[in-house]
C-alpha cells in the first residue's frame, strides 16, 4: 500500500484504540530512506466531525514537531490526511526496545538509576511544555544503535487520541498493565507519567508482568519478592513513591525525582572537599544542604563580598560566611523548593521565589521574614532587585513578569509577552533595562518602568535558561538548552558570538566585575570561564558530580561559587582573576 504517493507500508508494527503503527519506505528520498507511520481513523463520520478533528490532528502536529526537535525523541517528518484517517509520518529508530531486551535478562540496579537518568530530563522536557505522554511503557524505550541513547517513542499518540476521543467514543488510551488510576478516569496529569514510569522500573527489575506485581488482595504493589538481587533503600524509596495510587502522595514532576537521583549520585561518589583545577583550585566545598530533596537551585554574594545566600529544593535558605564557609543562619519559611534568591543592593535584604508560588523577602542579619509576596499562579521561578532597591522583579512558570513595590509590597506592573514560561530575568546595572529569557526560545528586552518591549532577542534554537548583563550595561549574555552562549550588542539589537564549549544545556551566567570574563554554569557538570572580548574558553571548573545550576562571583575578592544539583556548593580561587 503507498500513501501520497511515496510512502510504501512494509508491515504493521503496533495498534492501538483508534490507530495502527507501520513501518515504511519513503521513496520520495534518495536513497529511499524507512520511516514509521502512525495512521489515526475516524470512519464513517460527519464532515463537521472530521474536519473538527483534523483542526486537533493539525495542532497535535505541530506540537510534535517542536518536541521532535529533542535528540531522543523522533522527528515529525510529516503529516496529512487521507480517507477520513490521519497520518504522522516519524523518524524510524533503528533500535532495540526494553521490552525485547529484558529477554537478554533483568535489570540490575546501576541500570535503573541510568535509565532513570536518561529519560526523567526527557519527561521534564514534554511536561514543561505542557505534553502528557500518555504510553509510557517498555515497547515505547527504544536503544539506538548507533549512539546506545535511549529514545521515548510513540509521542503524542496519545494526546492525539485523546483529543480524537472527544469526537467519537469507544477510545482507551494508554497501556491497561502501565497506565496510571486517575489516567483511567481520563484525567492524566504530569504524575501519571511518573507512575508509568515505577512500573517499567520494577518490570525490568522483575521481569514479571505488572499484573502479577500488584497484591489485588492488600491493594499494594508488591515486587521486591521477585527480585533476583536486593536493590538499596534509596532506589526503593524513589520507585515506592513512584507508584503511589494516590496523586498527591506521588512525585509531581521529573524535577523531584531528578533532585533524589542526583543526591543519591552525590552521596554515592561524595566528593572530597578540595580538589585541584590547574591553574583553579577549588578552596572549599560546603555541604549543609540536607535530605532527599536538596538541590542547590541558586546562590547569590552579598554585595560587599562576606556572605554567600543558598536555596535549595530541601525548602530552606541558607545563609554561609564567605571566607571561611561556616553556616550562618537558616531560613525557614517556604512549603516547597526554592528555585531563586537575590541579595538587595545594599545586602539588608535576600528576596526568594519558590515553587510554592511565593516570594519571600528576609532580613539578613536575623533571618526574619518581613513580608510575602503572593500573586503568581505558578513557580516563581527568578527573583532580582533593582540597582536603586526599591523594587524587585519576579519572573514565573506562568508566563509572567510582576515588578512589586517593595515599600506598598504591590504590584505596579504584569509584563506578560512570554508564550511559555519565564526561567531568567535580570535588571541591568544602569537601572535602564529588564532582561528576562523564556522556554519559548526569546529573549525580551524591556523598559520596565514603562512596561513596553525594547527588542526581542531569537538567535537561540531551544529554551533560553539564563540572562546576564555585563556590569557597563552595553552587553546581555544568553544561555540555551541548545548548549550555546550568545553575546548581544545591546546598542544595535545583534548577536556578537557564539560560545560553543558547553555539551548540556547552559542555566547559569554572570560577569566577572571588571566585565572582561563570563562565568558559565551548565548540566554538563562543569563552570566554564570565557574571555568576553575574543569569545575563547579560558578554564573549565569541574568537581560536581551532577549538574551545576547555579553560578556567582564575588564582587571584591577573585573568587567563582557554583552550585549543584549534587547538594554541594563549591568555591573556586585564582589569583588573576580580575587582575
Not at 231 to 237: A, E, I, M
Not at 537 to 566: F, N
Request: with cysteine.
Amino acid at each position: 500500500m503507498r500513501l501520497q504517493e511515496r510512502y510504501r507500508l512494509v508491515k504493521q508494527i503496533g495498534q492501538g484504540g483508534c490507530g495502527k503503527t507501520f513501518l515504511a519506505i519513503d521513496e520520495a528520498q534518495f536513497p529511499a530512506s524507512a520511516c514509521v507511520i502512525k495512521q489515526f481513523w475516524l470512519q464513517n463520520q460527519e464532515s463537521e466531525v472530521v474536519e473538527k478533528a483534523f483542526l486537533l490532528f493539525q495542532q497535535e502536529a505541530q506540537r510534535l514537531e517542536e518536541l521532535g526537535k529533542h535528540p531522543q525523541i523522533p522527528t515529525l517528518l510529516g503529516y496529512f490526511e487521507q480517507d477520513q484517517s490521519f497520518f504522522l509520518v516519524q523518524e524510524f529508530i533503528d533500535g532495540i526496545n526494553l521490552k525485547d531486551a529484558i529477554f537478554e535478562g533483568t535489570f540490575s540496579e546501576a541500570q535503573i538509576w541510568q535509565l532513570l537518568e536518561d529519560l526523567l530530563p526527557i519527561l521534564k522536557f514534554i511536561h514543561d511544555r505542557l505534553v502528557i505522554h500518555q504510553d509510557i511503557k517498555p515497547e515505547n524505550i527504544i536503544r539506538r544503535i548507533r549512539d546506545g541513547q535511549l529514545v521515548l517513542v510513540d509521542f503524542g499518540a496519545a494526546n492525539l487520541a485523546t483529543e480524537i476521543d472527544l469526537l467519537k467514543a469507544g477510545t482507551s488510551i494508554g497501556s491497561p498493565e502501565y497506565i496510571a488510576p486517575e489516567q483511567i478516569r481520563g484525567n492524566a496529569v504530569f504524575a501519571s507519567d511518573l507512575y508509568s514510569l515505577g512500573i517499567t522500573c520494577i518490570y525490568l527489575l522483575t521481569g514479571i508482568s505488572p499484573f502479577d506485581l500488584f497484591d489485588v488482595a492488600n491493594d499494594c504493589w508488591s515486587w521486591r519478592p521477585y527480585l533476583s538481587s536486593e536493590v538499596s533503600d534509596r532506589l526503593g524509596k524513589i520507585l515506592d513513591k513512584l507508584l503511589q495510587y494516590t496523586v498527591s502522595h506521588r512525585f509531581q514532576s521529573a524535577d523531584e525525582v531528578l533532585s533524589q537521583l542526583g543526591s543519591w549520585q552525590g552521596r554515592q561518589k561524595l566528593i572530597t572537599k578540595t580538589a585541584t583545577i590547574d591553574p583553579w583550585q577549588c578552596r572549599q566545598t560546603l555541604i549543609g544542604h540536607s535530605g532527599l530533596f536538596a538541590s542547590v537551585n541558586s546562590i547569590a554574594i552579598s554585595p560587599d563580598g562576606e556572605t554567600l545566600v543558598s536555596g535549595s529544593d530541601d525548602k530552606t535558605i541558607r545563609l554561609w560566611h564567605l571566607k571561611t564557609g561556616q553556616l550562618i543562619n537558616t531560613f525557614l519559611g517556604h512549603s516547597h523548593f526554592v528555585k531563586s534568591v537575590a541579595f538587595s543592593p545594599d545586602g539588608q535584604w535576600i528576596a526568594s521565589g519558590s515553587s510554592d508560588r511565593t516570594i519571600k523577602l528576609w532580613d539578613t542579619k536575623t533571618g526574619d521574614a518581613i513580608f510575602t509576596l503572593a500573586g503568581h499562579s505558578q513557580v516563581v521561578k527568578s527573583v532580582a532587585f533593582s540597582p536603586d532597591g526599591q523594587f524587585l522583579a519576579s519572573g514565573s512558570a506562568d508566563k509572567t513578569i510582576h515588578l512589586w513595590n517593595l515599600q506598598t509590597q504591590e504590584v505596579i506592573s504584569s509584563l506578560n509577552r512570554h508564550q511559555l514560561q519565564i526561567t531568567s530575568i535580570a535588571f541591568s546595572p544602569d537601572g535602564q533595562f529588564l532582561a528576562s529569557a523564556s522556554y519559548d526560545r526569546t529573549v525580551c528586552l524591556w523598559n520596565w518602568r514603562l512596561g513596553s518591549i525594547i527588542s526581542r532577542f531569537t538567535g537561540h534554537a531551544k529554551p533560553v535558561l539564563a540572562v546576564a548583563f555585563s556590569p557597563d550595561s552595553s552587553l546581555l549574555a544568553t544561555g540555551s538548552e541548545d548548549n550555546t552562549i550568545q553575546l548581544w550588542n545591546l546598542q544595535n539589537g545583534k548577536a556578537i558570538r557564539t560560545l560553543t564549549s558547553h555539551s548540556w544545556s547552559v542555566v547559569a551566567l554572570v560577569f566577572s566585575p571588571d566585565g572582561e570574563t563570563l562565568v558559565s554554569g551548565s548540566w554538563d557538570k562543569t563552570v566554564k570561564l570565557w574571555n568576553v572580548t575574543t569569545g575563547t574558553e579560558i578554564a573549565t571548573l569541574s568537581g560536581h558530580v551532577d549538574s551545576v545550576s547555579t553560578v556567582a562571583i564575588s564582587p571584591v575578592e577573585p573568587i567563582i561559587a557554583s552550585g549543584s544539583r549534587d547538594s554541594t556548593i563549591k568555591l573556586y580561587t585564582e589569583v588573576e582573576l580580575m587582575g
